[in-house]
């Protein structure tokens, strides 16, 4: 008799952990080998609009937008096609049993794709972004937080593909909210404006190299702008062009080896203009001491309603002079411009009494600067 056999213990597969193991391992890497290909493409697109950058110099052109678009579009159908494998496995993820592992995998993988689909239109120069004319433009308005190498960065790009000349005033305009904290705005580039909403550092514009900077207190301030300082310490040191707009009082060693930047500051501390070479100042209240120390080049004027600003000006090398009716002319506009970008209630206040009563600014001149422009004064007219 056939022994009885014993009942049959519940089949068990002992290759499903493996298979499994092997399928969340294949998951997790193919994953991230998709987002390395995502980071590559990324880069490839950034290199090609700088090569569209150049094409836009050697035609002649500001920026060849058409191109942006057509490599932008290019570069989004790529990012689309990549996420096709990743969201087909998001499926499986989903289904029960699928480790948290890859699913976390999954959706780091999402979330960086995503934002590098909205980095993208950040790319171009010249406006060319899907937002432009849009009544919210992500591209002009953000937050100030690390904010400097994306300066730095732009300017750079402008000066690699269009050379010191830059673009157009205005092309690239940005406005920021916030605390600009140190080095906002250097080595800005011409065509570039930015406009800071709230204050600036030590060292804002430092190295200004023709773009536009303008710093104003936001709307609604319950102090007031002219009393109260809005940038720090050693403000445009080393600017070479441009201009720049601050609606506040400035710190100590305001514009300092400033060499061609123009600027308006409603008053600043110790040593302003120490060491400049060029350019122009308006100052549109009081200085500290020591004004002007080692000045050999540029004109400053300075509002002295109070006439305490001979005592505080250094005249080693400079004289203070009148200022002309062409002078007055010239900071009118300054003043007028300064006005219109920062919203300045003392700007407002000097240009409704200008043709009763013209403001008491003194010009302060450096001697061997004047003999110099009397020596091109005359050799213009020889010729």
Known sequence: MTPAQSPRPPRVNVALMPAQLQHEWDLYHATWFTLMGVGGGIFLLARLLRIERRLGVWLGLPVVDLISFVVIG??????????????????AVLKPGTSWISRGAIADFIFVAVGGLLVLPGLTIGGATPFAGLP???????TTGKVLEVVGLLSSAVATA???????????????????????GAWLAKGIDFTLWGDANDYAGKGLSGGVLTVRPPDGSPFVAEDNVIVGNTVLYGATSGRAFFRGLAGE????????????????????????????????????????????????????????????????????????????AEVRALVDEHGRRTGSALSERLLARWDEQPPAFVKVMPRDYKKALARLAEAKVAV
């Open 74 to 91: 290019i570069g989004g159908l790529v990012l689309v096609w990549s996420l096709g494998r990743p969201l087909r496995m998001l499926r």
């Open 136 to 142: 919210w433009d992500p591209w002009a308005t953000t």
């Open 162 to 184: 269009y050379g010191e000349d830059g673009l157009p005033e205005g092309t690239i305009t940005v406005t920021f909210n916030g605390s600009g904290g140190q080095s906002f």
């Open 253 to 328: 060693r305001f514009a300092v080896r400033n060499s061609g930047a123009v600027a308006v500051v409603e008053g600043v501390g110790d040593h302003g203009c120490e060491y400049m070479t060029g350019g122009r100042v308006v100052v549109l209240g009081e200085t500290g001491r020591n004004f002007a120390a080692g000045m050999s080049g540029g004109i400053a004027y300075v509002l002295d309603e109070a006439g305490v600003f001979a005592s505080r000006c250094n005249t080693d090398l400079v004289e203070l002079e009148e200022p002309t009716a062409a002078d007055l």
